[in-house]
Nanobody
């Protein structure tokens, strides 16, 4: 059974940084793409970033491009989301997800098959 466990969320002031981690287990981590989504209070879940199996290709939502960096360590079965220059509008629960193949299929929830429980990120102004 695939399990994803996020960590690293918390409270930070605007302009600050956080690094989220996603530890994966249950299948060969290096064979699958990874992604991050978020859901802000009262809003729909939205795509944040994704990375292919090797780390050689990444995609970002326009709202985080240039501020967030997705990466992975296949030896540690862990994906990361480095978040810099955080803004209050980045406040949300952040979810780690993994795709059914090694390539990035898309930016919707339907393009991914397993999800973590989420970690809260709160950015104060």
């Amino acid at each position: 059974q695939v399990q994803l466990a996020e960590s690293g969320g918390g409270l930070v002031q605007a302009g600050g940084s956080l690094r989220l981690s996603c530890a994966a287990s249950g299948r060969t981590f290096s064979n699958y793409a990874m992604g991050w989504f978020r859901r802000a209070p009262g809003k729909e879940r939205e795509f944040v970033a994704a990375i292919n199996w090797s780390g050689g290709r990444t995609v970002y939502a326009d709202s985080v491009k240039g501020r967030f960096t997705i990466s992975r360590d296949n030896a540690r079965n862990t994906a990361y989301l480095q978040m810099d220059s955080l803004k209050p509008e980045d406040t949300a629960v952040y979810y780690c997800t993994t795709g059914p193949t090694g390539n990035i299929r898309g930016r919707t929830g339907l393009d991914y098959d397993y999800w973590g429980q989420g970690t809260q990120v709160t950015v104060s102004s």
